[in-house]
Nanobody, 120 residues
Framework: VQLQASGGGVVQAGGSLRLSCAVS????????MSWLRQAPGKEREFVGS????????YYADSVKGRFTISRDNAKKTIYLQMDNLKPEDTAVYYC??????????????WGQGTQVTVSS
């Protein structure tokens, strides 16, 4: 499984960005897809996750109500719509795949990070 993240950039506070994570390879539906981020000098932080075929996305409290995860099963792509961005959202954002039968929080595959910078 390969993950290709894109869509980062620079935006002013209150603005929006949409990140994409295109998935290729075998049986992506076996994986829960997550977005994580890491700001300079901080630990990596879980942002949210979604499964391909069932259920609703799950969000960290820090982004709930501002970020929306969606999926396009036909395109094998997940999205992270980020609205009302704050300077503290500045980070490198990663998409990652966690096997549904694996250890929770242990990600089998990672996309390359994409930088999101929110100016005040």
């Amino acid at each position: 499984v390969q993950l290709q993240a894109s869509g980062g950039g620079v935006v002013q506070a209150g603005g929006s960005l949409r990140l994409s994570c295109a998935v290729s390879g075998r049986a992506p539906s076996l994986y829960t897809m997550s977005w994580l981020r890491q700001a300079p000098g901080k630990e990596r932080e879980f942002v949210g996750s979604v499964r391909w075929n069932v259920g609703s996305p799950y969000y960290a409290d820090s982004v709930k109500g501002r970020f929306t995860i969606s999926r396009d099963n036909a395109k094998k792509t997940i999205y992270l719509q980020m609205d009302n961005l704050k300077p503290e959202d500045t980070a490198v954002y990663y998409c990652a795949a966690e096997h549904r039968a694996g250890v929770p929080g242990k990600y089998a595959f990672w996309g390359q990070g994409t930088q999101v910078t929110v100016s005040s």
